[in-house]
T-cell receptor, first 111, second 117 residues
Framework: DAKTTQPNSMESNEEEPVHLPCNHS???????IHWYRQLPSQGPEYVIH???SNVNNRMASLAIAEDRKSSTLILHRATLRDAAVYYC????????????FGTGTRLQVFP | DTGVSQNPRHKITKRGQNVTFRCDPI?????LYWYRQTLGQGPEFLTY????????KSRLLSDRFSAERPKGSFSTLEIQRTEQGDSAMYLC???????????????FGDGTRLSIL
């Protein structure tokens, strides 16, 4: 199973952009990059996913390096409700449908 | 769409007892997943179903654990002869068929917290 590496924690001020990095140097050509987040006392919540091209949705943007060995989740304007643990996950395109979570990045947002 | 529902939300039991958890997925979601999460760690995959068929089981799912999805709708996870190490949050998720490419997002419930005395 391909692994991801994320910083244990990050801090941001409210209304500032946040860039959450993820390294995945052993990614295979068919692995998709997924991001989930988990708010306190809740189950994980899907944020965004991509393969090669950068992706945008209403929650965030995903920037993927050209060699695909790293990616960055971008929250354009952090709010207090964005305080959560963010997980970067490589999801295989074939054979299995499980998500393999690491320990994620705990994001703190200050008013 | 009421989301994934898990019951009970909390379960406290004595070591050696059997426990059963229930998960009701989002209606019409064919895939259902079970994960376990201990404090400070990310969720760990246990097993998943496509309709009533159990397609994959983790090595974490010892012979004391059994999961069923008899009619392809709700699912149950049973733990027999519980041990201290079984204390964790048990999470259920569901999704539509995988489809092509990156897969459908998994929608998680808020889990059942199991405490073993």
């Amino acid at each position: 199973d391909a692994k991801t590496t994320q910083p244990n924690s990050m801090e941001s001020n409210e209304e500032e952009p946040v860039h959450l990095p993820c390294n995945h140097s052993t990614i295979s050509g068919t692995d998709y990059i997924h991001w989930y987040r988990q708010l306190p006392s809740q189950g994980p919540e899907y944020v965004i996913h991509g393969l090669t091209s950068n992706v945008n949705n209403r929650m965030a943007s995903l920037a993927i390096a050209e060699d695909r060995k790293s990616s960055t989740l971008i929250l354009h304007r952090a709010t207090l409700r964005d305080a959560a643990v963010y997980y970067c996950i490589l999801r295989a395109a074939y054979n299995t449908d499980k998500l393999i979570f690491g320990t994620g990045t705990r994001l703190q947002v200050f008013p | 769409d009421t989301g994934v529902s898990q019951n009970p939300r909390h379960k406290i039991t004595k070591r050696g007892q059997n426990v059963t958890f229930r998960c009701d997925p989002i209606s019409e979601h064919n895939r259902l997943y079970w994960y376990r999460q201990t404090l400070g760690q990310g969720p760990e995959f246990l097993t998943y179903f496509q309709n009533e068929a159990q397609l994959e089981k983790s090595r974490l799912l010892s012979d004391r654990f059994s999961a069923e999805r008899p009619k392809g709708s709700f699912s149950t996870l049973e733990i027999q002869r519980t041990e201290q190490g079984d204390s964790a949050m048990y999470l259920c998720a569901s999704s539509p068929d995988r489809g092509r490419g990156g897969g459908q997002p998994q929608h998680f419930g808020d889990g059942t917290r199991l405490s073993i005395l």
